[in-house]
């Protein structure tokens, strides 16, 4: 590495990793063979290069090379001989240099590793003296903590630059994968062959919940939500404690409740002691022993809980990448998602375009940590206004693209809450007639599946205990889950 200028190219400043013979060498290679640009293009830019002209020139090459030309100095001289950008190297003699100079046309694809791990190595510099200055400088609006959330946001960002994904693969290898999900499904009691929900037929329905899936669970306030996708996590972690298949370790991101009241509920419904009566002290003696008996279990299933508020959707992705990375998370819950923000970095027109953003993320979260991801959704006001309470995909709050990015949206539904705000004087006639209402929608829910991108829609039934804020499986035989 060198501070001083080569062949009348602008240096880099000192210390700055960088290698000029390795993008010449580069260079010359493509313009010499334009078929080994195949071996770079998929991750090096022209931004990488550690100068301009070399940026440059890889972007016209880039250019005639996507539109099936050929890469010359003959024809990228075209480009050049009326500007000065190639002035610095002496003018467009400077291509011809670079093709005379090959050596070997087959260490391009190293070539292009090293310039772009150069390039890595001057914006970690770059950010970290950006850090520095930044925490240097107060100001009001900007604690610490969000100069450390967009230093997060910025490193991973930084860190998914130039990653090559698997790319095209052989249709046998993907039937072959296929075949094996099948089989996992099948030697299972329960035929799941993704993360379990731990309700029988939502499993049935769905098959469990599958990597790279975004489901959406929509409700109006107090359906249920919250109580359904802890439920639905617990069981998860549950079924991995217990190796009974199906289950995985969890991260429920919780922006509006705290991580002691998600624990006091689950405390509640596995010792049977309502939440309320928990959260006021009307418990009894003998009640804590059950909770520590319950809490052996509680403590040890792989269930975390980030309960930070007001989150952007970026610094969620990052802390979703790390506990993956430590802990193997296997699904990620988010309550909800319209309490989370846009990435910082991005304006936006509206509320409508920031949740389109929002779930575009979420879905990107999902493919790229290869997990179910389980969204939370407010259902807009409108369900209020119809006499038929029962939500419909037109109801989704603020954007068609959350119906849109999904792969599965449900929504939950309590004929038990609007019957109840319609009680009758008990003195009338008309009360009887209420209860007996009442007594056939007690403590059961409806869950709708809408939309399934690889399987049936329908509406199911669940037992849901409202004191235990515990969904359960719906066990009259006599009557399965109608579509």
Known sequence: MEGASKEGLPSVPEKMPYNLEAEQALLGAILLNN??????????????FSHAVHGRIYAVIDILVGRGEIADPITLKAYFEDSEELAPVGGVGYLVDLAASVVTICN?????????????????????????????????????????????????????????????????KALISAIETAEKAY???????????????????????????????????????????????????????????????VLFFSLEMSAEQLATRLLAQESGVPSDRIRRGEIKKENFTTFVEVSRTLSRIPFLIDDTAALTVSALRTRARRAKRKYGVDLVVIDYLQLLSPPLNKRMDGRVQEISEITRALKALAKDLNVPVLALSQLSRAVEQRDDKRPQLSDLRESGSIEQDADIVMFIYRDEYYEARKEPSPQSDKHIEWQKRMAAVYNLADLMIAKQRHGPVGTLRLLYDCKMTKFSNYLDAGRAPHA
């Open 187 to 249: 030697k299972r009691d329960s035929h799941v062959s993704g993360i379990t929900t731990g309700l029988v037929d939502l499993d049935r329905w769905t098959g469990g919940l599958h990597p790279s899936d975004l489901v959406i669970l929509a409700g109006r306030p107090s359906m249920g939500k919250t109580a359904l996708a802890m439920n639905i996590g617990y069981n998860a972690a549950l079924a991995a404690l217990k190796k009974t298949g199906g289950g995985g370790s």
């Open 35 to 48: 078929k080994t640009h195949e071996a770079v293009s998929e991750f090096l830019r022209p931004e990488h």
């Open 108 to 172: 391009v694809e190293d070539y292009g590793r090293l310039i772009h791990d150069l390039y890595i190595r001057r914006q970690v510099i770059a950010l970290g003296e950006e850090a520095v200055n930044n925490a240097r400088t107060f100001v009001p609006e900007e604690t610490a903590f969000h100069q450390v959330e967009a230093l997060e946001t910025k490193l991973f960002e930084l860190a998914s630059t130039g990653v090559v994904h698997q790319g095209v693969i052989p249709f046998e």
